[in-house]
């Protein structure tokens, strides 16, 4: 799994305190950084603590609870957590299953180049999941050119 890093301005001390911890396995004091930075609206922290939740690191298991942060990151557009809401949605992992808005969530981040949500985007559109059933539409290996 992957943690984010980015430079904070102010609570960059916390946050990289949050990141050396997790780092080191110690997902408790992990928690205990990123928490206040995540609940102030720091997009980095609420998609580590949706990643913690999903996992269950330092934190029981909990798909409802790794949405709702994965929610908050993704509405300010960081693309990992974009794709990984779009594939809870596409399997019901703490939300209803919704293939329109996994297809939202995944358009989202394949439009900022993450690899992934293109990826699962094609397999959406080639299986008719969502939208309208696209077999041209799918991801393929580009042919080197001639």
């Known amino acids: 799994s992957l943690l984010m890093t980015v430079a904070l301005p102010v609570t960059a001390q916390d946050f990289d305190k949050g990141l050396a911890a997790a780092q080191a396995g110690d997902f408790a004091t992990a928690l205990k950084e990123w928490k206040p930075l995540a609940e102030d609206g720091d997009s980095i922290s609420q998609f580590n603590l949706g990643l913690m939740y999903k996992n269950g690191k330092g934190v029981p298991q909990d798909y409802n609870e790794a949405a709702k942060w994965y929610t908050l990151a993704a509405e300010q557009g960081v693309a990992v957590a974009q794709s990984n809401l779009g594939f809870m949605y596409e399997n019901g992992k703490g939300v209803p299953q919704d293939y329109k808005e996994a297809m939202k969530w995944y358009t989202l981040a394949a439009e900022q180049g993450t690899a992934e ?30």
């Open 117 to 146: 949500a293109q990826t699962n985007l094609g397999f959406m559109y080639d299986s008719g999941k969502g939208v309208l059933q696209d077999p041209e539409l799918r991801i393929l290996t580009p042919c080197a050119p001639s």
